[in-house]
């Protein structure tokens, strides 16, 4: 049915209204067999209303109610009522002109005739022919409550993308509000040593031209620190809301993470302890992410969190079973895998992700920086 519908969308306007009136011509050439000069004046000017029915269907339908009368034919009316009713909303105007198409067809010319001779029939024919107008009225009103239906339908497609973009913009403007953050901390602490190392430069160097280039060194490595934490400041108030300058989370806090998920995991394994502070925080984010994950995809479902290390690399491997629960319908867009890909990248590992057998894995490796 859609497949013939949009077949029928598909044939140009001006060769539909040139089969209304060929259908319309042909329809009156059957009905009248040796026709007066009124019955063909009538019946030309109810064919060639089936040219404007779309622009002007009321006067279109008004222009066929003459041949109805006259020369009781039937397709002309029937589609100018159509176009008509798929056009209006206004229920007493089609209520009316179904009245006004079927006491054209009962009475009949002269008018005369069928009031004064045979009334019976005539109300009878009126009755049969209101059945016959309501078909074209009702189903003119189904095309426009499709039509209806579709936009309605087009313009929730609307809102669903302008919905999924400004989620995926939420998430990306929270994760690189994140990596602001972590940024800020990673070049400050470099900045802060050359600041510091050249203080002590400063006071230790054997001769003036050695202090004063220290002296340099440190006046702008202060001034680096103050552009930057203006620049991150200005980053992060332009983003999300910001936990300010509260302290970032380590593999330490894993456990209060997973107790605070309320799901079923099973944690084993250990790092070394002298991971960096980008480190720690990447292997919390990712156990952090896959909570999530799971607690949204596949809820009920068991999950195993395990640190591992060796000697060349070190990272966290999260598994999670099937649903035992019905999932909750959230958008998902896997931002936050790609944020955290994008994360273990600039640390120089990986991150792999995918489903199993039993469900999901996400494996985060990064590697150990030479001693």
Known sequence: MNRVAAAWRRIPAWLTDLLAVAVAAIDAFLYNGEPDTATVVTCVVASAA???????????????????????????????????????????????????????????????????????????????????????????????????????IDEIEATKRHERELYAQSLLARERNQLAREMHDVVSHQVSLIAVQAGALQVTAPDEETRGAAASIRALSSTTLDELRSMVTLLRAAGTESPGLAPQPTVADVPGLIAASGLPVTFSGELPDDLGTSSQRAIYRTVQEALTNARKHAPGASVSVHLWSNQTSYGVTVLNGRATESPILLPSSRLGLIGLRERAELLGGSLSSGATEGGFHIHLVLPRTPA
């Open 50 to 152: 089936m040219l404007i029915r779309r622009r002007l269907p009321l006067v279109a339908f008004l222009l066929t109610l003459p041949a109805a009368l006259v020369a009781n034919i039937l397709a002309a009316p029937v589609i100018a009522l159509f176009a008509l009713s798929a056009r209006t909303r206004n229920r007493w105007l089609l209520v009316v002109c179904g009245g006004l198409f079927a006491a054209a067809e009962a009475i009949g010319w002269p008018i005369t005739d069928q009031l004064v001779a045979n009334q019976n029939w005539t109300f009878v024919t009126f009755v049969y022919q209101l059945a016959t107008a309501a078909a074209p009225i009702l189903l003119g009103q189904l095309v426009q409550i499709a039509a209806d239906l579709r936009a309605r």
